[in-house]
């Protein structure tokens, strides 16, 4: 939708959202650096931008937050896209267990 004012300016509208998600890592048992950007969800998968790209192969595992969340690449799509599966660590009284979202 577009407003326009008396100058001739236009004022685009939209309802789209954007998932403001960008998280910083490791690769699990080489300590590289790694970033995503999560951009949605695809059933119980997550579409990812990685930085850098190369690093993410499938079955690629990446830790986060001092490895309370993981995370592992499921595909490379062909626009260089990742999906990935995120697991949390979570602790109780009983032993680590492991969620995966």
Do not use: H
């Amino acid at each position: 939708m577009c407003i326009r004012d008396s100058k001739g300016d236009c004022l685009v509208l939209n309802n789209s959202k954007v998932l403001p998600a960008r998280i910083y890592g490791t690769v699990e048992g080489l300590e590289s650096k790694i970033e995503f950007l999560i951009l949605n969800q695809v059933n119980d998968l997550w579409e990812v931008m990685v930085k850098p790209g190369k690093k993410a192969k499938v079955g690629t595992k990446f830790s986060f937050g001092y490895g309370i969340l993981k995370a592992e690449v499921k595909e490379v799509l062909d626009s260089g896209n990742r999906l990935v599966k995120f697991c949390l660590l979570y602790t109780s009284d009983a032993a680590d267990d492991m969620q995966c979202v």
